[in-house]
């Protein structure tokens, strides 16, 4: 399987905890992409990397937030002291450089309780 | 502020019939456009794109329709299937040259046998 991948599917921690997910994307895409998505909503941008370089980040992305993507490969999402209103499924995309077809990851669904 | 609109929450359709989803937007930056659909628990599926250079294009059953003067964007889907049922996100990207994706509110299509 070539697509992109995330890990883990599904977290569950309490108000307060740390978590870091992972996403691995299309081993030739340059560009790698963060969105959240809650109930009834459309994916909200995130931040995005080209190769190794964090090129933009929402004002969705607060302090607590923190993105890597070491060597540009594969990358990792870090919420720090999470809240209850982290509970979301984020995504994770990828592409080539331009205005090129993003390719979605499964998302890893966060529970906070 | 919404810079891309799915006014229609659902759709309901005979199987064999056509479906068509709407999609408006407001900001004339926007040069790429895609449609993805979205089944519960997964990622979002790429299914279609046209560039603004184009007003038309076709894979299939789909075809996605770009009326820039309008704004609006649909994407028809002929003959519906039942295995069509899900939800349906139109995005846009081109405002700057990040290519990150403004998605809509999606419409969930349901496709009765």
């Known amino acids: 399987d070539t697509g992109v991948s995330q890990d883990p599917r599904h977290k569950i921690t309490k108000r307060g905890q740390n978590v870091t997910f992972r996403c691995d994307p299309i081993?030739?895409?340059?560009?790698l992409y963060w969105y959240r998505q809650t109930l009834g909503q459309g994916p909200e941008f995130l931040t995005y990397f080209q190769n190794e370089a964090q090129l933009e980040k929402s004002r969705l992305l607060s302090d607590r937030f923190s993105a890597e993507r070491p060597k540009g490969s594969f990358s990792t999402l870090e919420i720090q002291r999470t809240e209850q209103g982290d509970s979301a499924m984020y995504l994770c995309?990828?592409?080539?450089?331009?205005?090129?077809?993003?390719?979605f990851g499964p998302g890893t669904r966060l529970t906070v309780l | 502020d919404q810079q891309v609109k799915q006014n229609s929450p659902s759709l309901s359709v005979q199987e064999g019939r056509i479906s068509i989803l709407n999609c408006d937007y407001t900001?004339?930056?926007?040069?790429?456009f895609l449609w993805y659909k979205k089944y519960p628990a997964e990622g979002p599926t790429f299914l279609i794109s046209i560039s603004s250079i184009k007003d038309k294009n076709e894979d299939g059953r789909f075809t996605v329709f770009l009326n820039k003067s309008a704004k609006h964007l649909s994407l028809h889907i002929v003959p519906s299937q039942p295995g069509d049922s899900a939800v349906y996100f139109c995005a846009a990207s081109g405002a700057g040259n990040t290519g990150k994706l403004i998605f809509g509110q999606g419409t969930t299509l349901q496709v009765k046998p």
């Open positions: 081993s030739e895409h340059n560009r």
């Open positions: 900001n004339s930056m926007f040069d790429y």
């Open positions: 995309a990828s592409s080539l450089v331009g205005p090129d077809t993003q390719y």
